[in-house]
């Protein structure tokens, strides 16, 4: 219990008159930073959502509490197979755990095992001004790639925001594309402040490392599943490693030098290998009388070796079962805890008790 309250005062900005607007709520005067993410079940796990979201999420479970959950209802705005949804649940919880999230430390589970997000979802929906909505580029872009148009992906921010809200997270790291999201659920926590009283919900910051927050995909352009040129993590070496020498290059002869600023290769091999093998592949670049073949192949090795450690514990967590549901039960027992106590205080707060 010391040692948490020594914790809590590390970590807490000294100047408490900033509290609620640095991320720190009242609540949290006795508790560790918390730490909130959430991945969409929605296809195979790929480099950009693991440097965008999971890595920083695993990294940060050493500076405070992790609440990290699978965003099925989120999925279902963008897909309809009962069959698939299922099955990217599984392999996500699997990805997610291969790649470090520790369940001694974190709490892990599934955004639907907790229902009251969808009771404070509708009381944060009745603050939120349409305007606030329309204006997100997420959902513009979906509409504008041919998705319908239905309420559900319209109002995906104002569950977002509740997913935050509802476990009085400080810190929620994403990559760039979900800035807007946090922006949006910000201004909500602004309104129900203001509304119901100081307090009645803890103001997040998002966590967007720079250096990551956009990974460029086979084809230079972001990563991303809509743009059919990611790179994905898990799967068999060969196809894998084909992907990458799939890139496209432009026709510099081969003694000559290559061209390092915007090239796809180079900003990838920079994600995996050490900094001297980077400098190595760079100078190469530089110099000439090395080939894009080559330099793909160096490529290709990085990123297999980089993901060897999370491949050799998939297969330990693939081989029992049970775990994964273990796991999964024993975070949402938790997660629902914390959820009741923040929803409880929100119906008081807005007249619902
Ligand atoms: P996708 O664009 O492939 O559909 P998601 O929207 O499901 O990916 O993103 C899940 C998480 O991964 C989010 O936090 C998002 O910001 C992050 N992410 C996705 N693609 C990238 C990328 N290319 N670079 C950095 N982060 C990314
Ligand atoms: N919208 C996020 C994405 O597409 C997933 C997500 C849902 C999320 N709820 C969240 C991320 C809460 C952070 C916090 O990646």
């Known amino acids: 219990m010391e040692s948490a309250r020594i914790r809590a005062a590390q970590l807490a900005p000294s100047n408490r008159a900033g509290a609620g607007l640095t991320g720190w709520g009242p609540h949290d005067m006795l508790r560790r930073m918390r730490i909130l993410t959430g991945l969409q079940p929605s296809g195979k796990l790929h480099v950009g959502n693991y440097f965008g979201a999971m890595e920083p999420a695993v990294r940060l479970q050493d500076e405070g509490e992790g609440f990290y959950f699978i965003a099925d209802y989120h999925a279902m705005t963008s897909m309809q197979e009962p069959a698939a949804l299922r099955e990217n649940v599984r392999e996500l919880a699997v990805d997610f755990l291969a790649c470090g999230l520790d369940p001694a430390r974190s709490v892990f589970f599934r955004q639907s095992a907790v229902p009251e ?156 290998a050490s900094p001297a093998e980077h400098a190595a592949m760079v100078a190469d670049h530089a110099r000439g009388g090395v080939g894009y073949g080559d330099f793909k192949k160096r490529l290709a090795e990085a990123y297999w070796d980089f993901f060897a450690p999370m491949r050799a514990r998939r297969d330990e967590i693939t081989a029992d079962p049970g775990y994964v549901e273990q796991v999964l039960a024993a975070g949402a027992a938790r997660a629902r805890e914390e959820a009741s106590k923040v929803l409880e205080r929100v119906r008081r707060a807005v007249g619902l008790r």
Not at 164 to 191: C, F, M, W
Request: aromatic letters at 6%; proline letters at 6%.
């Open 117 to 272: 997000v969808n009771e404070l979802a509708w009381i944060l929906s009745t603050v939120c001004p349409v305007s606030l909505l329309e204006k997100c580029h997420s959902y513009k872009d979906k509409v504008a790639k041919g998705m319908a148009a239905t309420h559900g992906l319209f109002a995906y921010p104002v569950l977002m925001a509740a997913d935050i809200l509802l476990y009085d997270s400080n810190k929620v790291p994403v990559g760039r594309d979900q800035k807007q999201h946090l922006e949006v659920t910000r201004d909500i926590a602004v309104k129900v402040n203001e509304a119901f009283g100081e307090g009645t919900v803890t103001l997040p910051e998002p966590i967007i490392r720079e250096d990551t927050a956009v990974v460029v995909g086979l084809d230079g352009q972001k990563m991303s599943k809509s743009y059919h040129n990611t790179l994905p993590i898990f799967g068999a070496e060969l196809p894998l490693k084909k992907l990458l020498m799939k890139i496209v290059t432009d026709s510099t002869p081969l003694e000559s030098p290559k061209p390092i600023e915007g090239s796809t290769i180079l900003a990838l091999h920079k994600l995996f």
